[in-house]
Every structure is written in C-alpha cells, then in structure tokens.
C-alpha cells in the first residue's frame, strides 16, 4: 500500500451504479463489486461523525477505521477505480451516512445503489431511507465474506425449541469439510474444549512472542492527529496504536499467529496475567471485522497448522470454532432477531453502568486491569470480556443497553452485527437463553483460578461478606438469591440455586447488606 493514494480516478460522465462501500466492508472482492465497471459506476465511502458518536467511541476505535477505510480507498484508486470518498475533516461534511449519501447522490446523479449487506441494523435502515427519499434502486446484496446467509441461518432455526451454537458449528463443519475425515471429525469428536481452559499456574506464561503490531505510516499518523483533535473528549488513548490497517499487514497478523501463538492458543485461551495484554490469542479479530482477511484463509491457514503437525488439534480446533462456530451464530442471531433483540432485558436489570468503566479507576485488580488494558489499546481477550467486565456488569445488574454501549464503544473490533449478541446475550442474558444456554455467573473464584489478578487484591474470592470480600462472590450469591425463583428449575442453574437453599436467613440478610452497600458506593 502507499503511504498515500494515488490521484483520484476522473468520474464517469454518467454514472450507472453508485457502490456503497461502508468502514467495515474493506473487500475488494465483495459481492458489490460484482459486474463494477469503471466507466460507468463508482464506488463512494464516507467518513462521517455520527459514526463515532452515536455511541461514545474510543479513540482506538474511531482510529482504526478511518485509517483503514482511507488505506482501501487508496488501493480502489491504485486498480483504477473512480472512488468518491469524503473525508472527516472535509469542509462542509454534513456528519451523517445518509447525508452525506445524499450530496453524492445529487452530484453524481446514479442511476441506481448497491450495497452489500451492512453489520449493522441502524445502518442499513438509514441508507435504505436515503435511498428512498430520492427515489433511487438500492440493491442489497449477501455478504460472501461469511461461509452462511442469514436465510440459511433462519431455516437452521425454524422448528427448534433452542438455538446452541454447536449444531450449527458441527452443520458448517460438514457442510464446507472443515476439520473432517472424510464423513467424521477429526480426531474423533467435534469438540476439544475440554482440553482448553488450562491456567499459567505460578509462574505465569513463558516466553511469550511478541505482539504483531505495525508502525503507523502517514496516512495513518494523518489520521492519529485528526482523531486527537476532533474527539479528544473519547476514551482511550492514542500513543500505542499499532492495528493493521490494509491487507498486507492483515496477512502479516495472521502469518505470525499461525507460526507463534497458535500452538499453544487452546491450552491458554481462557488464561489471564495481569500485565499481560496479548498472550496466545490471535489479534485478528479487527481485520476480520473490517473485512482485511477473509474468514476462509484464516482456518484453512489454521486447518493446515494441525495437518502438518505445527499445532495440536484441540488448539486449532478451539480457534476455527470461534470463527466458523461463533462468528457464524451470533451474524445468524443478529439479523433474524434485530430491531427487538436490541431492547431485550429478561432479567429486569436496571443500575447504571459504574463511571470507572471509561476511566479503569477502580481498586478491584481484574477489572483494572481489564479496562486499563482496553483503553490504552482498545483490547481485551473474550475471558477478560465475558468473565471480568461482563461477568461483573451482570452481577451488580447493569442495564444490558449500557453493556452494549460500552462494548460498542471501545473495542477495535466492535461492529454491531457481532458485538451485540455477545454483549447482550451470552454476557448479560438479556435475551433469556437465546443465545446462552445459561447466565455466566462465578464467584471471584473463577477468577482466581484463571489468573493472578487476586494475588495483589485486597479483596478475598473466598469471602462473601465482611471488609475483604470479594465484590464478584458477595454479588455472585446476591444475584442468585435475586433470581432464586427464575432459575429454580433451570436444567443448567438448578444446582448453583439449591446452594442457595442452604444459607441461612442470616446469611442471606448479611449477603444482600452487603450487595447493597457495594452497589451503592460504586454507582
């Protein structure tokens, strides 16, 4: 890529297709640029503030993208195509997608829009109603970057009583012959997690390799200075950006993952060290999410790992299905749920979302360490998501919309389609069990056991009650003496209630005390 785009291709006198290409569709070969032609279409981007602002993005978030979609831009006009891109600091930028669509729409005069289908719902209503007001086709086409349509994902869910993950990932796996013998698994069976959720133990990880990370060249340094200036109020910060940002650097990211993290990813991919942001896990979850790797290479790179002997197979099969198997499930529960999934709140959670969230000032060391880490480099493995900032938001029962938002806002990766199911469904069980099984509820022990963090704590995992009691224990039996009812019969919650029954009056009278007193001091 050059550190600069080449001058801009003169635009057709008349122009046919207007080619919508949004900030996380970096794809030169999505289905929107199908039949394109250069003489007679043209591809328009725009980078507008609505889409930093609608919710309190960070600067790490707001950086990647710009940079990104300035650099795909840059290689449309390198293969000579007419590209009409507006830029955030453009004079007269009307800060809206649809706006902005507008004033394209009045200058070139297309006969007609595509699109491929958007991850996000707001989007795509938005551009469907600008489409609308001026009278123009908008053609809205499959994302062929996933291996599934939505349509294939609606007719795997009619007719069942529960929507699991695992018949959808084992239907994929047969489907596309990934990770198959022939018409069986391979090794024998379709699910290594067991073999996953090992600990560093006290010494910590050893010999770690050190992080892919690219040295921003000068578009992206133009772009570090613009977001500085214009959302200096965000979160975040900006000095340790090091993202890919184009294709080449995409494909570096997952070279050095296969070759350096991937054996050892499963054994450690539930792991944390405090201190530690970037262990065996992969990174490439941004570029996927912008489109910069195509989800296809990514596990045949990794399928090829194990079949060369490079990798063991729990840890390559533990990461294609985060990619085939999640990926897949939560694009699948996004688009057949949306617009209500957005409000859900099955467990009538309504406190607010504590102020330290944006700042990392708390003296709970996982969570520190957890939001510290997702500022400064807008980060954080999914155990860190799911078992520390979500697994707490749950327990004090944070509204699940301010859940949302937060994770919205501040990790690099976060685009709506993806962010949400996983935010709102598996972490906070808004959605009753749609997408989990069951809340993801554990004391402070399960930290305890996952990571050092409690070692420097001042606070206990084994206590419930008292000055040193840990706020994950006291506010784990809290919420299952809230939901004592709810999940009495619950096939996968039954047994953590009937421990419930086992506490006295007192010692549930001293457990909500306690609760109450925390949840006061943090909102």
Known sequence: MPDSPPHP???PDKVRHLVIVLGDQLNANAAAFQGFDPAQDVVWMAEVAEESTHV?????????????????????RQQGLPVHYTRLDDAGNPGTLGLALGRAIAALKPASLILTAPGDW??????RATAAEHGLPLELRDDSHFFSTVREFAAHAKGRKQLRLEYWYRELRQKHGILMDGAVPAGGQWNFDADNRESFGKAGP????????????????EVLALVQARFASHPGHLNTFGWPVNRGQALAALQAFIEQRLPLFGQYEDAMWS?????YHSHLSCALNLKLLNPREVIAAAEAAWRTGHAPLAAVEGFIRQILGWREFVRGIYWTQMPGYLEGNALDAHAALPAWYWTGKTDMACLKDAITQTLEHGYAHHIQRLMVTGLYALLLGVRPQAVHAWYLSVYVDAVEWVELPNTLGMSQFGDGGLMASKPYAATGKYIQRMSNHCQGCRYDPAQSTGDKACPFTTLYWDFLIRHETRFAKHPRMALQVKNVARLDAAAREAITRHAKEHRHVQL
């Open 9 to 11: 291709q003169p635009m």
């Open 56 to 76: 309190w993005s960070s600067k790490q978030r707001i950086a990647v993208f710009l940079s990104a979609m300035r650099h795909f831009a840059g290689h449309l």
């Open 275 to 279: 201190g530690e942001v970037w262990l």
């Open 122 to 127: 707001r989007v795509l209503q938005g551009l």
């Open 206 to 221: 050893q010999h770690l390799p050190p992080p892919t990370r690219f040295a921003p060249d000068a578009i992206t340094q």
